[in-house]
């Protein structure tokens, strides 16, 4: 198959095992090879018909510079999921090199070498992906289940509610290959987009913050809420989301804000998001999907009640209703 190599992408990040690796930066480098068909690229001499490897690289790079993990083969497979994001790149060979890991030995380099595939492709050598896995036993289901009068082994399928914004850059672009990548991942398909809004910083006390653009996207989904999480982690990462940004400033932002009516206290992972119910950026957005829209939880509420209660309420402000063709926007 056709194939792209970007190699030497270097990126100072800090990764390993040992305490000294999570705060004193050092030097990753990684190379990888994307598999796709470039036949129509090489005759419409058209971006749109391959994959920009400028792009690839940007996301190797703020995935190198995002957060922690302690294993190179981590960071691999984060790479890797993030290239396989591009639907067209059927198979992604990614290698990162720690160039002075701490080894006490001279050595010349240490790298690890990773092959994944995109989901549905068909490789006698496959190594399914997490997400690949989840579309493959969808599948299975439903062919083996046909006949079966009880479904129970088939993956039950969730609504989620997801709040897309930022401040930095082309933001309606982003916001649109966002969900773009969020209904590529197997196993979701989004189900609803709001109007696009321009809205005032909610929560943030320094002057000089720009205006953020929100929208709001339905899904459904076989994640569950922290795979879920983990895979929207990674599309931010994929458009430059580091948690060295100023906290109130960000290309992209992806929140939960509700998955099936679920309530969870865990920080790291709070069900319906902990302050959507003060955010008119959020629930205005919300009504464009579901006019009749509830939120559950401790402050939960029909959502056009808590719209006009938000603080932020005359901040929010519509832009466009066809922003995701790219129209007026
Ligand atoms: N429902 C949720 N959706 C997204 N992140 C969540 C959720 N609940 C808890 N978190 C945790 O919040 C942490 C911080 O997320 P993030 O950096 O997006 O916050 P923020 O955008 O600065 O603030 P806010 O959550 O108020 O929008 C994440 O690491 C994540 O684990
Ligand atoms: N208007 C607006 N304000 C915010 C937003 C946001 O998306 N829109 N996100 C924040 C942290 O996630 C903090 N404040």
């Not at 160039?99 to 549905?120: K, M």
């Not at 005359?314 to 832009?319: D, P, T």
Request: include cysteine; proline fraction near 6%.
């Amino acid at each position: 198959m056709d194939s792209i190599k970007l190699t030497g992408v270097t990126a100072l990040g800090t990764h390993g095992v040992l305490d000294f690796e999570h705060s004193e930066p050092q030097p990753f480098v990684v190379d990888a090879v994307m598999y796709l068909d470039l036949s129509d690229a090489s005759r419409s001499d058209d971006l749109a018909d391959t994959v920009s490897y400028a792009q690839i690289a940007d996301r190797i790079v703020s995935i190198i510079k995002g957060e922690h993990c302690d294993l190179i083969e981590r960071l691999a497979q984060r790479i890797a999921d993030s290239i396989l994001l591009s639907w067209r790149v059927k198979k992604t060979i990614v290698t990162v090199h720690k160039p002075q890991a701490p080894i006490d030995a001279d050595f010349g380099d240490v790298s690890v070498t990773i092959e994944r595939l995109q989901t549905g492709y068909d490789d006698d050598d496959k190594v399914p992906t997490e997400a690949s896995l989840y579309a493959a036993k969808l599948h299975k289901d439903s062919t083996v289940n046909k006949e079966r009068a009880d479904h129970a082994d088939e993956p039950k399928i969730h609504t989620a509610v997801i709040g897309l914004g930022g401040n930095i850059g082309d933001v309606p672009q982003t916001l649109r290959a966002a969900i773009v990548a969020m209904d590529a991942i197997p196993g979701n398909q989004i189900t609803g987009i709001s109007a696009l809004y321009t809205t005032k910083p909610w929560g943030v006390a320094a002057q000089d913050v720009p205006d953020f653009t929100n929208a709001v996207v339905e899904l459904t989904t076989v994640m569950d809420p922290q795979q879920l999480l983990n895979a929207l982690m990674m599309i931010e990462a994929a458009h430059g989301r580091t948690r060295e940004v100023h906290w109130d400033s960000r290309p992209l932002d992806l929140d939960i804000i509700d998955y099936d009516g679920v309530e969870n206290n865990d920080p790291d992972i709070t069900l319906p998001h902990p302050r959507a119910w003060q955010r008119a950026f959020v629930l205005k957005p919300w009504l464009d999907i579901n006019p009749g829209a509830v939120l559950a939880g401790p402050h939960g509420a029909d959502v056009a009640q808590l719209v006009n209660e938000a603080p932020d309420a005359q901040y929010v402000e519509k832009i466009s209703d066809n922003w995701i063709l790219g129209g007026d926007v």
